[in-house]
């Protein structure tokens, strides 16, 4: 059974740092390319970052450009996001899933988890 887990959310205040991880059970998870998503509430899911299964390449949403960084640790079957100098925004749940192509476009994920929470406020 192929199942994600996110985890580490939470509330941080602006300006701040948080990591998120995505371990993985069922599935190797380097074979995927593996992907962040935020939804806040009341607003589609949107890409955040993406890496790929090959060679490790990274993309980002322009929005988190230069402060996110997506990283794997396959030995740990884990996928982190480092999230850094987070501005103040509306509480949105991130979302990570395994795809076969490389394409920060939410049609291409699917076996999404549950979810972590981030709250981003003073």
């Known amino acids: 059974q192929v199942q994600l887990v996110e985890s580490g959310g939470g509330l941080v205040q602006p300006g701040g740092s948080l990591r998120l991880s995505c371990a993985a059970s069922?599935?190797?998870?380097?074979?995927?390319?593996i992907g962040w998503f935020r939804q806040a509430p009341g607003k589609e899911r949107e890409g955040v970052s993406c890496i790929s299964s090959s060679d490790g390449s990274t993309y980002y949403a322009d929005s988190v450009k230069g402060r996110f960084t997506i990283s794997r640790d396959n030995a740990k079957n884990t996928v982190y996001l480092q999230m850094n100098s987070l501005p103040p925004e509306a509480p949105a749940i991130y979302y990570c899933?395994?795809?076969?192509?490389?394409?920060?476009?939410?049609?291409?994920?699917?076996?999404w988890g549950q979810g972590t929470q981030v709250t981003v406020s003073s």
């Open positions: 069922g599935f190797p998870l380097d074979e995927y390319a």
């Open positions: 899933a395994p795809s076969w192509a490389f394409l920060l476009d939410v049609t291409y994920f699917g076996s």
